[in-house]
C-alpha cells in the first residue's frame, strides 16, 4: 500500500503567497473597479534590461542553427562561460577566490535553498530566524526534521531565533549547539543587513559547533552601504562552514527568467554518525546532476550578460529605480508616523501595524481601504506578528499612487 | 555537529552519463586527431523548429517591455495557456479526459521522476526494471528507501524485475506486492512499448495492491504504431493509480531549452501509516510550489509553440530525421549480424554485444576502434550487462558514417 509521505502533512494551510493571492483574488471579484497596486510578493516590475534581452536573441538564435545549438548542460552545473564570470565578478571583486566547480547554476533561490538541506542528516538541528522566509522551514517539515505545528505556527524540534528591533534584526547565536543555520543578508522580510562583524561572530558559532550556514544573498544587488559585506565568504574562514545563495531574480529581472546559484566550497565538511568528515560538494554535485538537468542555455546566456559593462550599468540603473522607491516609502510613511525599518540596503520595508493591530487585520484594511497589497509579517513567524512587509518592486508611478492612499488611510 | 545524508554514501560511484564523458575526454586527449561520433548520452543534435523560434523571439520581446513583461508564473504550475494546450493535445486526442490543474509545467523529466518519491513514505517498496533509466533508482537511494548496494550494483530493499527479451523487455507485475512501480514506455534504454494489454494488467496489479506508478512517457512522440497507448490514462482506472511524466526534450528538442510536466490525477490516493486515504494531488502542488518557482516564460511559450499547426508539422519532420537515423541503424546492424532490438516506436536501439562481450569491454572496442560512443547496458542494471544502447539522435551524416565504421570493425 502506498503510504504518503506524512511529514507533509505536518505543514500548516496555505503557503503564505497563495493565500494572499487567494484573498487578493477575492477582493477582485467583489470589486472589479478597484484598482489594486501590489507591494506584497517580491517580485519584479521593470523588464529586462537591453543586455540582456540582446544575449537572449542571439542564444535564441543559436539554437535555431543546426551548428550553434546546444543540447543539454553537460552535467546540469551551469555553462563554464557563466560560471567563470560569476567567479570574477561576484566574488573577486569582493576578495573571495572561488574556483568554477563550486558553484552550482540552478533556475532559483528558492529551489536552491529548499533542496539544500536533502544532502544532510535527518537527525540534524535547524535554526532559523523569526521572522523568517517560509521556503527554509517548509522544506525542513516536508525532510522530516521537525515535529508537528504548534498554535503559533511553530514547529517542535526547530530552533527559532527572534530578530528582534533592538538588535536591527539580526539574530543572536542561539546558547544550544544547532547543525543547520538559515542566515538571509539583506533579510527577507525586514529588510535588515549583516556587519561583517556580525557574520564574523556567525561563523565563529558555526566553527565551534561544526554548523553549517545556510546563506541566502539573493539580495545583495540592493547593498549600497560599502561597508557591509555581499557575501559571507568575505569572513575569513566562512569557506569550511558556508554556503552561500545567489539569485539573478532581483538582481536582474529575471523572476520570469529562472536563473540563480549556489556555492558550495571544497572546503566544506559534513560528518558521519561516527564522527567522519565528509566532503560537502562532490555530494552536492551527484544530488544535482541526478535530479536536476541544467538551466535553458537561453537563460544563461542572458544570465552571463548581466556581467557585461552596458548590462552593469543597465541593471544598476534598474535597481537605483526600486531603491528610489524604497526611499520614498520610508519617506512618506516615516512621515505619517509609521516605525519603520529596513529599505536602504534591501528592497523590503518592514514596518510596526499602528495601533498594535494585528498583521493580517492590516493586510485586510489596507486591501479593502487603500486597495494596496503588502505582506503580514506573521506569515513569516510569530515574532513578525504586528509588522508589515512592502515592498519597493512596484512601478514607481504605483508606489507614488499607493503613498498617497497610505497618506489618505 | 551537521551530520551528512548517510543514504548518498550509499550511491555506487560514477554516475554512468558522467562515467562514459570522462572516458571520452581521456581518450579525445590521447587521440586528438579522432572524429568522435557520440550515439551514447540521449541528447538531440537538430535544432529548434521555427514555430518555437518565433515564439522565443517574440517571449523575449515582451520581456524587455514593461508592458508586457512577465515576473513570477503565479504558483509555479506553469502558464493556464500552456496546461491548456497540453489537456488539449496530448490527452483530449487519446480520449483522456484531464483537467489543467492536474499538469504541473517543470523543468524536466529528470527532475520530475528524482524528485516526485519524495512525496511517499520512506518505507515504501519500489520497484524498478532491470535495466532501469538509472535517476528512479538512485532518487530513491538518497532518500533512504534501499540498503546497501550489493556487488552488481543492485540495492537492498528495490524490486528488480528482469526485462527480459523473452517478453520483448516489458517487465511482469512481481509476485510480492510492491507500493511504488516505474515504468517508462517506450523504454529508455530498450526501445521497447507496452501495449494496452500489459498496461492494463499493469494497472490491474496497481489497484489490486493499492501501489502506485510513476510512468515516464517522455519518448511518447516517437511512437508510430497507432495501437500502442501514448499514455498510461488510456488504460481505464489508470487515473486513480499512476502519475505520468512528460518531456519536451526529446518530442522538441529541448534538452537545452528546459520544459516538461507530471500529470498527478487528483483522483490518485495515497495511504496513512493508519490507512486512511489522502489526495496526492494537492501534496503534490505544495511540494511544487515551495520547491519550485516555475518555468521561464520564453521557455513556456516555446512549449506552446509546439502544439501549433506549424509546430506540430515542424517536430514531426524533426523526430522523422531521427526515425531514419533508428531505422538505418536496425537495417545496417542487423545486416551485419547483430541481434537488435527497439528503434521502431522509439529512438533507442538495444543491441546485443556480439560474442559474448561485456557491456564496458565493448564500449572501449567501439570507442577505440570506431570511435563511436554508445551507452554500456550494464550501466542500466546487471540484466543489461551484454547489451548496448545506440541512439537515433545524432545527425543523419554521423548516424550513416558511424554505421560505415561498425561495417569496417
Redesign the interface.
Known amino acids: ?6 511529514n ?2 505536518k ?1 500548516k494551510a496555505g ?1 503564505l503567497f ?1 493565500e494572499i ?1 487567494r484573498r487578493v483574488r477575492r477582493f477582485k471579484e467583489l470589486n472589479p473597479q478597484a484598482e489594486v497596486i501590489s507591494m506584497g ?1 517580491g ?6 534590461v ?1 543586455a540582456v ?1 540582446e544575449a ?2 542571439r542564444a ?2 543559436e ?4 551548428k550553434t ?7 546540469g552545473v551551469g555553462y563554464e562561460f557563466l560560471r567563470q564570470a560569476i567567479v570574477e565578478n561576484d566574488f573577486e571583486t569582493r576578495g573571495v577566490d572561488l574556483s568554477i566547480d563550486e558553484v552550482f547554476v540552478s ?2 533561490a ?2 536552491d535553498t ?2 539544500m538541506q ?7 538541528v535547524v535554526a532559523v530566524a523569526d521572522p523568517v522566509y ?2 527554509y522551514v ?2 525542513n517539515v ?1 525532510a522530516g526534521r521537525t515535529g508537528q505545528a504548534n498554535e503559533i505556527g511553530q514547529y517542535e524540534g526547530v530552533v527559532y531565533m527572534p530578530a528582534l528591533a533592538e538588535h536591527g534584526f539580526v539574530p543572536q547565536p542561539p546558547q544550544q ?1 544547532v ?2 543555520v538559515y542566515l538571509c543578508f539583506p533579510n527577507n522580510p525586514t529588510g535588515a543587513v549583516a556587519t561583517k562583524d556580525a557574520l564574523a561572530q556567525w561563523v565563529a558559532y558555526a566553527r565551534e ?4 550556514i545556510l546563506y541566502d544573498a539573493a539580495y545583495e544587488a540592493f547593498i549600497s552601504d560599502p561597508d557591509i559585506p555581499h557575501s559571507i565568504y568575505e569572513v575569513q574562514g566562512a569557506e569550511e562552514v558556508a554556503i552561500e545563495f545567489r539569485s539573478f531574480s532581483k538582481t536582474a ?1 529575471f ?4 536563473c540563480a546559484y549556489s556555492v558550495v566550497p571544497k572546503a566544506l565538511k ?4 561516527d ?1 567522519t568528515a ?1 566532503d ?1 560538494n562532490p ?1 552536492w554535485k ?2 544535482h ?11 544563461q546566456a542572458g544570465a552571463a550578460a548581466v556581467y557585461s559593462a552596458a548590462g552593469q550599468k543597465q541593471i544598476r540603473a534598474t535597481i537605483d529605480v526600486y531603491m528610489t522607491n524604497a526611499a520614498s516609502i520610508r519617506e512618506t510613511l516615516g512621515k505619517l508616523g509609521y516605525e519603520i525599518y529596513g529599505g536602504v540596503n534591501a528592497p523590503y520595508i518592514w514596518l510596526k501595524t499602528p495601533d498594535g493591530m494585528s498583521s493580517w487585520d492590516f493586510f485586510d484594511k489596507l486591501l479593502q481601504q487603500a486597495n494596496v497589497v503588502g505582506t503580514p509579517g506573521v506569515g513569516f513567524g510569530p515574532a513578525g506578528e504586528g509588522y508589515f512587509r512592502l515592498t519597493a518592486f512596484a ?1 514607481p508611478e504605483q508606489t507614488k499612487e499607493a503613498l498617497e492612499r497610505f497618506a489618505r488611510l
Open positions: 500500500m502506498i503510504h504518503i509521505n506524512e507533509f502533512l505543514l503557503y497563495p493571492g510578493i517580485d519584479v516590475t521593470q523588464p529586462l537591453p534581452v537572449m536573441h535564441v538564435d539554437m535555431a542553427n543546426q545549438f546546444k543540447g543539454y548542460d553537460d552535467g533556475d532559483g528558492k529551489p529548499g533542496n536533502e544532502i544532510f542528516g535527518a537527525d540534524n517560509p521556503v517548509d522544506t516536508m549547539p547543525d543547520m559547533n561544526k554548523a553549517v529581472g523572476t520570469g527568467v529562472r559534513a560528518y558521519r554518525q564522527g565528509v560537502v555530494i551527484r544530488r546532476c541526478t535530479k536536476f538537468n541544467g538551466v535553458s542555455y537561453v537563460t512601478r
